[in-house]
């Protein structure tokens, strides 16, 4: 493995507090490396031997890196830049006994309630402020701990080592600080951007866990954080995209957001914003109509979001026959009900790609009796038909808020993905 490989998608992921902060990350190291911002809503005017990318609602990204000689097609990985996690509602402040203030808030995706109480968190996003002509938005983040959600006390509660249901209007508000401090939080989101509160016209906040990623085991063979879904996925992506020059396929980086509630939004994978990407390239180049499907037709995507591995407490869970574990190599995922794109043809083109790239792979099958959730790759499928395998990078707790995974694995990743994207 690569020095530090692990350590700096940590360090990457420690920035990605929010979607938005994700995309921002991503955009810092792209235009480092030399890829140039286009607008969707301005002319595209592209060149062979160069690269790119475009944002869709500063949550949504698209890098693309264009070969020198005739392009023959796209080589695609697709990951997201959400996680589950609790959303601000716009009049987040309540007292409580007339001491107590706390935030009001929403569920985002599907988490585990429980890993939330008795963590340092704050808050992230961005606000749409007043502007001369319209309205404009900023990143914000309040980068230092700010509130907690308590527990309550087990001499409250006897039963509470037997399980509860929480509530989440009623158990997982936050606590911010005392009655005195009403009305400071958006003053200090305001004034992070420059501006007053009563510039504030629109937000999107949510919690986020303080707690930094680490490296543990006893040969640091594990990496706990949060966040590790999908931010795993879209760090081995961003670095691949950008060590490989392309030869005669288009290299495309696609980062979606709202993947954690049903990506049915204008930036989500089901939404046009890959189709839209590859039409304007291939218009560029003369591709229109059945030469644009050409391209499509001898295209290939990954679909990249972390996968389940066989928990060491509760093997049960696992399937019989094909076990995932983490440092266990790239998980292929399978489905009878297709919920993933992977078929025995695409199944094939990752193992090879894995094999090329000397990295392990593993494959993974809900068991029979277990429902599983659908991904990137059959959503952004509907908007553009191509081959399509669904794969992961092992880890346990997912969706809790603060995930375990595989040291080794990331680079894993990055490596058969320098492969994908240089064949």
């Known amino acids: 493995m690569k020095e530090n490989t692990a350590q700096k998608c940590l360090d990457f992921i420690k920035d990605g507090v929010s979607c938005y902060h994700v995309v921002d990350a991503v955009e810092k190291k792209l235009a480092q490396a030399g890829f140039k911002c286009l607008e969707e809503k301005e002319e595209w005017n592209l060149v062979k031997g160069k690269d790119y990318y475009v944002k ?53 995706g599907g988490m585990i309630y429980s890993t939330w109480f008795d963590r340092s968190l704050s808050v992230a996003g961005r606000i749409a402020l007043k502007g001369e002509k319209k309205p404009f938005c900023v990143n914000v983040n309040i980068d230092r701990d700010l509130c907690v959600i308590p527990s309550l006390a087990i001499h409250m509660n006897r039963e509470t080592n037997k399980g509860i249901e929480y509530n989440p209007q009623i158990d997982l508000l936050p606590l911010i600080g005392g009655k005195e401090g009403k009305g400071r939080l ?30 543990a085991g006893i040969h640091e063979e594990w990496m706990i954080s949060p966040r590790l879904d999908d931010l795993e996925c879209v760090y081995a992506s961003m670095e691949a995209v950008m060590s490989v020059l392309p030869k005669e396929y288009c290299s495309v980086c696609a980062i979606f957001n709202n993947e954690e509630v049903g990506s049915l939004t204008r930036a989500g994978a089901a939404s046009t914003f890959l189709k839209d990407t590859l039409l304007r390239i291939g218009e560029a180049f003369g591709y229109t109509g059945g030469g644009l499907l050409r391209l499509i037709a001898d295209s290939f995507m990954i679909s990249a979001d972390n996968a389940h591995a066989l928990h060491p407490n509760h093997p049960e869970k696992a399937d019989l026959t094909d076990k995932v ?95 994908f994207y240089r064949k």
């Open 325 to 419: 574990y983490l440092n266990g190599g790239i998980v292929i995922k399978h489905h009878g009900g297709q919920r993933y794109t992977t078929d025995g043809y695409t199944e094939a083109v990752m193992k090879s790609l894995c094999l090329e790239a000397e990295v392990p792979f593993q494959d993974y099958h809900n068991r029979s009796d277990i429902p599983g959730g659908s991904t990137l790759g059959n959503l952004s499928s509907a908007q553009v038909a191509l081959p399509a395998v669904d794969i992961g990078l092992p880890q346990l707790a997912m969706h809790s808020a603060v995930e375990t995974g595989g040291s080794r694995d990331v680079e894993y990743f990055v490596k058969a993905l320098e492969v």
């Open 186 to 215: 958006m003053e200090e989101l305001a004034g992070l951007a420059g501006a007053g509160p009563e510039e504030i016209l629109g937000s999107d906040l949510y919690l986020y866990v303080r707690e930094e990623g680490k490296l």
């Open 56 to 108: 869709r609602n500063d949550s949504s990204l698209m890098a693309f890196r264009i070969p020198e000689d005739e392009m023959k097609g796209f080589h695609i990985v697709a990951s997201h830049s959400d996680s589950p996690c609790f959303k601000l509602k716009t009049k987040p402040e309540l007292l409580a006994e007339e001491r107590y203030l706390r935030l009001n808030t929403e569920g985002y």
